[in-house]
């Protein structure tokens, strides 16, 4: 026998990083387990990242089952996509359609995505060359601001980001920071008397045939004029359509349970898989986070400061705090507004508005999305 | 430098666009189309 132990025994070959990409598995499972944070997305990435990192695994080698997934579902933007549609079908856009305006406060949120990429690009190719940031790695991690697991995997892979894993992990793990992280910029933005303003809970009726309509005319609309947003822009109303037409429930319902929840499992665990600790293991990943936070808290603001100038504008019948809702992590920054508006007034119901803006923020996000794929290449 | 504030500019400007242009299409689709009554 001419076999060294460390070429069959795994613990022979665990060094720090590794072992700190094991740690980090376990901490995401434990956060999704004990914690409830995120679970359906924590536990299958924790998962990932542990089966991705045991040595002489070999899952992530050439033929190994996390390159092959990566290879079918992430390189060819196929599992963010089917994902879309289960969203597509699991959105009400009622409360957005019964409050157009509230469109307009979905687009000032993206905000987070362009500022944060101007940041980005600062500190790295920009003008610090601080850190390995180039155009097209910047506009990655802008994308976490869209608040959007899926327009972020679909952006990053596409523009060939080296920090696609770290990108997506920042933006699934902040969503569930929402409520942490837009309280006190929605009270640091407004004052009281705004907060308290309360709106009517009740809206104009939409008829059954708008809400059939919409998905098709979104689709055209976006698709015509930023054409790179369409497979995103096209699946999530597709997965629409299948709700609201009311002649394929046995579908829609397939896209909102069997589809997202398969896809899902399979998208975490990739994702988790992509996350070997020679490429997470960089300075960048931290930045990559707190560029996170950054874009969230940027989201918000802008979100609120339009809000404040549609109360000024409307007489203040508009509260601004509906703005924040603006980013499209659905529906918990709703909820948020929610929240913070009983806060100031224990009466004042803003969850059907909030919702408005929220819904309008996953379009916006989208639109977003596209226009970093669109302007990029022209400038990179 | 100049490129990515030209990006940060010309981004949030197609943003607003399409979804003025949305904005639009649903005020003009919620005034033509008047909910039924089973709506």
Redesign the interface.
């Known amino acids: 026998m001419d076999i060294a132990a460390g070429e069959f025994l795994g613990f022979l070959n665990l060094n720090w990083q590794l072992a700190t990409m094991l740690v980090v598995g376990g901490v995401l499972i434990y956060l999704g387990i004990a914690k409830d944070v995120e679970p359906v997305l924590l536990i299958p990435i924790g998962t990932g990242i542990l089966l991705a990192n045991i040595p002489l695994g070999g899952l992530v080698d050439e033929g190994g089952i996390f390159a092959i997934l990566r290879q079918a579902g992430i390189d060819t933007e196929l599992f963010p996509l089917l994902i879309f549609v289960g969203i597509g079908a699991m959105i009400d856009f009622g409360p957005f359609?019964e409050r157009?305006?509230t469109?307009?406060l979905?687009?000032a949120a993206?905000?987070g995505?362009?500022?944060t990429?101007?940041l980005v690009?600062?500190l790295g190719d920009?003008?610090l060359h601080i850190l390995d940031f180039s155009?097209r790695d910047?506009?990655s991690i802008g994308i976490i601001g869209s608040a959007d697991g899926p327009t972020s995997i679909y952006v990053s892979t596409v523009l060939g980001s080296k920090y696609a894993a770290a990108i997506v992990v920042a933006a699934y793990s902040y969503m569930a920071l929402v409520p942490i992280i837009q309280p006190p910029i929605m009270r640091l933005l407004t004052t009281k008397e705004e907060r308290s303003v309360r709106m009517p809970v009740k809206a104009?009726?939409?008829?059954?045939?708008?809400k059939i309509?919409?998905p098709i005319?979104?689709v055209l609309?976006?698709g015509l004029?930023?054409p790179k947003a369409t497979p995103l822009i096209g699946f999530l109303m597709f997965g629409n359509l299948l709700r609201e037409c009311g002649v394929v429930e046995r579908l829609s319902l397939a896209a909102q349970n069997e589809l997202a929840n398969i896809t899902t499992i399979l998208l975490g665990i990739t994702v988790g898989g992509m996350m070997i600790a020679s490429e997470f293991l960089k300075p960048e990943t931290i930045i990559i986070f707190v560029m996170g936070i950054v874009a969230f808290a940027l989201d918000t603001g802008a979100g609120v400061i339009l809000g404040k100038i549609m109360y000024l504008a409307s007489g203040r019948k508009i509260n601004p705090l509906i703005g924040a809702a603006g980013i499209s992590a659905f529906p918990m920054s709703a909820r948020v507004v929610q929240r913070e508006g009983l806060k100031a007034d224990p009466q004042n119901h803003l969850l059907m508005h909030a919702a408005g803006a929220n819904t309008?923020g996953q379009?916006?996000s989208v639109?977003?999305g596209g226009?970093?794929l669109?302007?990029?290449p022209l400038?990179? | 430098?100049l490129?990515?504030?030209?990006?940060?500019l010309?981004?949030?400007a197609?943003?607003?666009?399409?979804?003025?242009?949305?904005?639009g299409?649903?005020?003009l689709?919620?005034k033509l189309?008047?909910?039924?009554e089973?709506?």
């Open positions: 359609l157009p305006y469109v307009l979905g687009a993206q905000f995505i362009f500022g990429f101007f690009y600062l920009g003008w155009l910047a506009a104009t009726a939409v008829s059954q045939r708008t309509i919409f005319v979104t609309i976006v004029i930023a309008a379009i916006a639109v977003a226009a970093m669109m302007l990029i400038f990179g | 430098m490129d990515a504030f030209w990006i940060v010309l981004g949030m197609l943003v607003f666009g399409v979804l003025g242009l949305l904005l299409a649903m005020i689709l919620n189309i008047r909910p039924r089973k709506d």
